[in-house]
């Protein structure tokens, strides 16, 4: 089965700057699209940004210009550079796999236990 396993988040103050890794582990081959997600307490889960197997991106209106997503095939990982960070960036940050193509089949939706990113003013 494949796991999901995010590292990098913590407290940074507004303005600043953080790196979330994402790493797949497991008999993957490849993956589809990866993605980052975040849940602020009492809402609801919102997509941050997505990254498909070539490299085409997405991104929330909130975070446009400020974080980017990357992926390094190679290592199953993917990135969330995070820029300008802001109070309202607080939050738990998932990472989600699409697909995931395995040795042992393909696994759908799969998600990291989540990374909390905490942005003091």
């Known amino acids: 089965q494949v796991q999901l396993v995010e590292s990098g988040g913590g407290l940074v103050q507004v303005g600043g700057s953080l790196r979330l890794s994402c790493a797949a582990s497991g008999r993957v081959f490849s993956i589809n699209t990866m993605g980052w997600y975040r849940q602020a307490p009492g809402k609801q889960r919102e997509l941050v940004a997505t990254i498909t197997s070539r490299d085409s991106t997405n991104y929330a209106g909130s975070v446009k210009g400020r974080f980017t997503i990357s992926r390094d095939n190679a290592k199953n990982t993917v990135y969330l550079k995070m820029n300008s960070l802001k109070p309202e960036d607080t939050a738990v940050y998932y990472c989600?796999?699409?697909?995931?193509?395995?040795?042992?089949?393909?696994?759908?939706?799969?998600w990291g236990q989540g990374t909390q990113v905490t942005v003091s003013s």
């Open positions: 989600n796999a699409d697909k995931v193509f395995t040795a042992t089949g393909t696994e759908y939706d799969s």
